[in-house]
């Protein structure tokens, strides 16, 4: 049991680590996070199977299906980095002695300021800025922690 959590966490952690690189991208250009993904270059929509985070990173070997252009280190990284504090949080609370939603919503807090926080870094680190959208959202899962 404890082996599938670890890996539906680490899923989610992933999952949440692509949208993280969604907004990253699309807030820097002023773009809407609807619609579906495209290269940065050639704007050619990605299919289904180049949306797997990570895997697909890798499956492409670092670069666009229809162009071939590179594509940014940023998108593993984030998405690693994502999966990996996501199951960080889940194994440091999964054998604790309280009721399993409280558990869940201890780990879910710590998922939800661990994706903050990795967007606030990544933005920064490729973008040198730290909009303020970020630093109050930051903000507002502190105080729901703090409240919690």
Known sequence: MLLLGAVLVMTLG?????????????MKEGRSINGRSKCT??????RASELIPI??????RGRCRACGKEIHW?????ETAMSILALAAFL???QDEASFW???AVIGFEIALAFVLVVIAAFDLRWKLIPLEFVLSSAIVLAAWRLF
Not at 15 to 26: C, E, K
Not at 74 to 78: D, E, F, L, M, T
Request: charged share 10%.
């Open 14 to 26: 992933a999952v949440l680590g692509s949208f993280a690189n969604v907004l990253i991208i699309r």
């Open 74 to 78: 940023q998108y593993p990284a984030v």
């Open 102 to 104: 409280m558990i869940v």
């Open 41 to 46: 270059k050639c704007m050619v929509q990605l």
């Open 55 to 60: 895997a697909s990173w890798f499956m492409l």
């Open 92 to 94: 440091r609370h999964v």
